[in-house]
């Protein structure tokens, strides 16, 4: 990732999307197209990655390149982190789904269900989703007071908790390497190894490229010979 910037690929996929947006808002408008779905989509987009690449420019001061530093740092733990807690979510999704569809009208698909357990996640609609259970079996009544409670538990106290911790640790890191000063990445480390100019005579130069394949030619001329 030293060899990549993002805010380069940033820009090239705004300004793609604005290009792409901008042509159907010409056929849209000499009536080629009628369809403004795909067209609101590409500049509504396009115009949220540009206002998100203005944090690039805050970035060259010191006091306001914080939030970059701290969501660079912290986004490989968090994706990890995220994944695991994918796994768990959907094991609820699907189980609330296949359980408590036929009695719940926040489980009937699987997108109501991903859209009410999101909402529980956030302290929403909490009450509603207790009180809107049908109690047509005490058993299935029984399972899903289990079920919610087991899900807002895990996922408010633990899940969630973690996951502002793992952000206000990197927070804290940020805070300290500003004040002591960054530590060299791997790829400084490697570079700063090498202690040998180029001009040092260790690395191979064209003339001694050429002198090398020279050699190699003459000595698989001098094998020929002696075969023959």
């Not at 914080?66 to 189980?95: K, S």
């Amino acid at each position: 990732m030293e060899f990549v910037n993002g805010w380069y690929i940033l820009i090239i996929v705004s300004d793609t999307l604005t290009i792409i947006g901008s042509i159907l808002k010409i056929e849209i408008q000499t009536k080629n197209l009628t369809s403004y779905d795909i067209c609101s989509i590409l500049l509504g987009t396009s115009t949220m990655l540009v206002w998100v690449g203005v944090i690039r420019y805050l970035g060259f001061f010191q006091k306001y390149n914080i939030l970059i530093l701290t969501l660079r740092a912290a986004f490989p733990n968090v994706i990890r982190f995220c994944c695991c807690a994918a796994m768990i979510y959907l094991g609820y999704c699907f189980c609330g789904w296949i359980v408590l569809g036929p009695y719940h009208d926040k489980f009937r698909t699987l997108n109501t269900v991903t859209e009410c357990l999101f909402s529980l996640i956030n302290g929403d609609d909490m009450f509603p989703t207790f009180k809107g259970m049908q109690q047509k079996s005490y058993l299935v009544w029984l399972f899903s007071r289990l079920y919610l409670y087991s899900f807002i538990s895990l996922f408010i106290y633990m899940v969630l908790s973690l996951f502002i911790a793992l952000i206000t640790d990197t927070y804290e890191t940020i805070k300290q390497h500003q004040r002591e000063g960054f530590p060299a990445t791997e790829l400084h480390t490697f570079m700063a190894e090498c202690k040998d100019l180029p001009n040092s005579g260790r690395y191979r130069l064209e003339k001694d490229a050429s002198s090398c394949f020279s050699c190699c030619s003459r000595f698989d001329e001098l094998e020929e010979r002696l075969e023959g």
